[in-house]
């Protein structure tokens, strides 16, 4: 087996030579490279670009199935065809390397990669083709590399880090290119912008606001959509107001911007107001806007405000219903408690519902305490998430089935499903500290245990009676409680009150929707500390002050 593996490295070795002997590699090929169309170098370009895809498609089998040896097999096919010098091929083919832990073949195909570029517009299509696939690692390994790498290797760089969700590294990228003597323009701004927006940074976003004033960034309607919708998302939606009130709103992303503002802060009225407004202004609305509106009804009850726009889709504006408006409905009708209405709606769609539609009705099941629909929708999913289990279970939970609950629990392991651990995150002087569920390795954990517990002790002093009825089993009280008292917003909160001022606004962020519990005690504290204390979780905005939440309860 050695010897074999021996063997393969040091024919792949060859390969990184575009002279070298690679046929011998190739002698005995994986039936999906005998299934490669064989075309000359001057075929007929359709077929090569047949091979091309076909070749990806490959490559993307072996990364599947950590294949190496048709990976190497694949590669040697690559170097004799003439596709030596493809970017997205060469991308591919590091990825299939990093994941099937061919350290040394990863590292030769870099260097093979700097020895033949031509220039600094080739790194930046690796670098592309990198980021699509997802390998952010080593396309910020291929970046440190580029000898002198310009704004668009710059700015595809930020680009793909957002893409792939590394919202932190992003910023990080756009600090060293603004140290580095380059000026960044309207696409870095565009990303950057994307960055502070998701995870909620306010004091990051305002900084790259300044910056982009200071370097009078030309505004168009990109621009300003992604700085109304960054100061939405970073709670100061009176900010994104003023913004869009400053702006030309000629274009209907950002009328889009600013109704989704105003529907995640709960500000329903407002955004239906915001949508008249648009109408007046001869700005025709388009399929986002209705999502937007409609998240907007959801968000405050308003059902017969939503029945109106999503007929009023059709028939003045003749937008077919797409999957997000279907899904905005059934979560409309769902959180009203019309849980039959949502799911004759789901049966009567015009195209097939998806997990995110079957979702949405789960979770009204689980407010609504009712699993014999809930089963109907989990049930319908072709591959159920962590959180869909855990939404099930306590639907059962809710109503005292502990051996219900105790079933999904189960099935949950048999499957190897994992539940999705909640992590909530908070912005201190420009710098992100991010906790999760029952996390115990921040540095200064003793100080966050003492605040929690202090709080904790006084809300209990004050009649706070924790909200229990599902915790997943049929334990404790007290093992209940300290289930609870380990949310990651409980943690993000008592480092805020640790960290700064008295009376100081407090702003978490978190991956998932606030509990029930959280959401109580998070009310009661604001009132004993006189904070303002906002919690952005995945559905909306929780706006806490004096004892009360803006959401009205009704999340």
Same mark, same amino acid.
């Given at each position: 087996?050695?010897?074999?593996?021996?063997?393969?490295?040091?024919?792949?070795?060859?390969?990184?030579?575009?002279?070298?002997?690679?046929?011998?590699?190739?002698?005995?090929?994986?039936?999906?490279?005998?299934?490669?169309?064989?075309?000359?170098?001057?075929?007929?370009?359709?077929?090569?670009?047949?091979?091309?895809?076909?070749?990806?498609?490959?490559?993307?089998?072996?990364?599947?199935?950590?294949?190496?040896?048709?990976?190497?097999?694949?590669?040697?096919?690559?170097?004799?065809?003439?596709?030596?010098?493809?970017?997205?091929?060469?991308?591919?083919?590091?990825?299939?390397?990093?994941?099937?832990?061919?350290?040394?073949?990863?590292?030769?195909?870099?260097?093979?990669?700097?020895?033949?570029?031509?220039?600094?517009?080739?790194?930046?299509?690796?670098?592309?083709?990198?980021?699509?696939?997802?390998? /952010?690692?080593?396309?910020?390994?291929?970046?440190?590399?580029?000898?002198?790498?310009?704004?668009?290797?710059?700015?595809?760089?930020?680009?793909?880090?957002?893409?792939?969700?590394?919202?932190?590294?992003?910023?990080?990228?756009?600090?060293?290119?603004?140290?580095?003597?380059?000026?960044?323009?309207?696409?870095?701004?565009?990303?950057?912008?994307?960055?502070?927006?998701?995870?909620?940074?306010?004091?990051?976003?305002?900084?790259?606001?300044?910056?982009?004033?200071?370097?009078?960034?030309?505004?168009?309607?990109?621009?300003?959509?992604?700085?109304?919708?960054?100061?939405?998302?970073?709670?100061?939606?009176?900010?994104?107001?003023?913004?869009?009130?400053?702006?030309?709103?000629?274009?209907?992303?950002?009328?889009?911007?600013?109704?989704? @503002?105003?529907?995640?802060?709960?500000?329903?009225?407002?955004?239906?107001?915001?949508?008249?407004? !648009?109408?007046?202004?001869?700005?025709?609305?388009?399929?986002?806007?209705?999502?937007?509106?409609?998240?907007?009804?959801?968000?405050?009850?308003?059902?017969?405000?939503?029945?109106?726009?999503?007929?009023? !889709?059709?028939?003045?504006?003749?937008?077919?219903?797409?999957?997000?408006?279907?899904?905005?409905?059934?979560?409309?009708? @769902?959180?009203?408690?019309?849980?039959?209405?949502?799911?004759?709606?789901?049966?009567?769609?015009?195209?097939?519902?998806?997990?995110?539609?079957?979702?949405?009705?789960?979770?009204? /099941?689980?407010?609504?305490?009712?699993?014999?629909?809930?089963?109907?929708?989990?049930?319908?999913?072709?591959?159920?998430?962590?959180?869909?289990?855990?939404?099930?279970?306590?639907?059962?939970?809710?109503?005292?089935?502990?051996?219900?609950?105790?079933?999904?629990?189960?099935?949950?392991?048999?499957?190897?499903?994992?539940?999705?651990?909640?992590?909530?995150?908070?912005?201190?002087?420009?710098?992100?500290?991010?906790?999760?569920?029952?996390?115990?390795?921040?540095?200064?954990?003793?100080?966050?245990?003492?605040?929690?517990?202090?709080?904790?002790?006084?809300?209990?002093?004050?009649?706070?009676?924790?909200?229990?009825?599902?915790?997943?089993?049929?334990?404790?009280?007290?093992?209940?409680?300290?289930?609870?008292?380990?949310?990651?917003?409980?943690?993000?909160?008592?480092?805020?009150?640790?960290?700064?001022?008295?009376?100081?606004?407090?702003?978490?962020?978190?991956?998932?929707?606030?509990?029930?519990?959280?959401? /109580?005690?998070?009310?009661?504290?604001?009132?004993?500390?006189?904070?303002?204390?906002?919690?952005?979780?995945?559905?909306?905005?929780?706006?806490?002050?004096?004892?009360?939440?803006? /959401?009205?309860?009704?999340?």
């Amino acid at each position: 087996m050695t010897r074999m593996i021996h063997n393969r490295v040091k024919g792949a070795k060859k390969l990184l030579n575009p002279s070298a002997d690679s046929r011998a590699v190739i002698n005995s090929p994986t039936p999906q490279l005998k299934n490669l169309p064989f075309t000359s170098f001057n075929g007929a370009q359709a077929s090569r670009d047949k091979e091309h895809q076909k070749l990806h498609h490959v490559l993307k089998s072996c990364k599947l199935h950590l294949d190496s040896a048709t990976a190497i097999q694949t590669h040697a096919r690559i170097i004799t065809r003439g596709y030596g010098t493809y970017p997205s091929l060469l991308a591919s083919l590091l990825a299939v390397y990093k994941r099937c832990g061919c350290v040394t073949l990863g590292t030769q195909l870099v260097d093979h990669i700097f020895s033949s570029a031509s220039g600094v517009n080739y790194f930046n299509l690796v670098i592309e083709s990198l980021m699509r696939n997802g390998e /952010c690692d080593i396309a910020k390994r291929v970046f440190r590399k580029v000898p002198n790498p310009d704004l668009v290797t710059w700015n595809t760089v930020i680009g793909g880090c957002v893409r792939n969700e590394r919202f932190q590294e992003a910023l990080g990228v756009f600090r060293k290119l603004v140290g580095s003597g380059l000026e960044p323009d309207g696409f870095t701004f565009s990303s950057v912008i994307t960055a502070c927006a998701r995870l909620g940074a306010l004091h990051n976003a305002q900084r790259v606001h300044c910056l982009m004033m200071k370097k009078r960034i030309e505004m168009n309607f990109i621009l300003s959509a992604a700085l109304i919708d960054m100061y939405s998302k970073c709670g100061r939606v009176q900010t994104a107001r003023e913004i869009f009130g400053s702006v030309q709103h000629d274009d209907v992303s950002v009328w889009n911007a600013m109704i989704n @503002g105003l529907a995640i802060h709960g500000l329903s009225l407002e955004a239906i107001e915001m949508f008249s407004k !648009m109408e007046m202004d001869y700005v025709l609305p388009d399929s986002i806007t209705f999502v937007a509106i409609l998240k907007a009804c959801g968000h405050c009850n308003l059902v017969e405000e939503g029945r109106k726009y999503f007929d009023l !889709m059709t028939s003045r504006y003749s937008i077919q219903p797409e999957i997000e408006h279907y899904g905005a409905m059934v979560d409309l009708l @769902g959180r009203a408690g019309l849980l039959e209405e949502a799911y004759a709606t789901i049966k009567a769609m015009a195209v097939e519902p998806d997990v995110v539609i079957w979702r949405a009705l789960l979770s009204a /099941c689980r407010t609504h305490r009712n699993p014999e629909l809930g089963e109907i929708a989990i049930a319908n999913m072709p591959r159920p998430r962590s959180g869909d289990y855990v939404l099930l279970s306590n639907t059962y939970c809710s109503i005292k089935k502990w051996d219900s609950s105790e079933r999904v629990r189960e099935m949950m392991k048999k499957k190897r499903v994992r539940k999705n651990q909640g992590k909530s995150w908070l912005e201190l002087e420009g710098v992100i500290h991010q906790f999760r569920a029952g996390d115990q390795t921040h540095p200064e954990m003793k100080s966050i245990n003492r605040v929690l517990e202090a709080l904790i002790k006084r809300t209990k002093s004050e009649g706070f009676v924790p909200v229990t009825e599902l915790v997943l089993m049929d334990v404790s009280d007290e093992e209940k409680e300290g289930n609870l008292n380990c949310h990651s917003e409980k943690l993000a909160l008592a480092y805020g009150i640790l960290k700064t001022s008295p009376g100081t606004e407090i702003r978490i962020s978190k991956n998932l929707r606030i509990c029930h519990d959280c959401h /109580c005690w998070i009310k009661l504290v604001s009132r004993l500390l006189n904070r303002v204390i906002i919690v952005r979780d995945r559905i909306r905005f929780h706006h806490f002050e004096g004892g009360m939440c803006l /959401c009205g309860d009704y999340w």
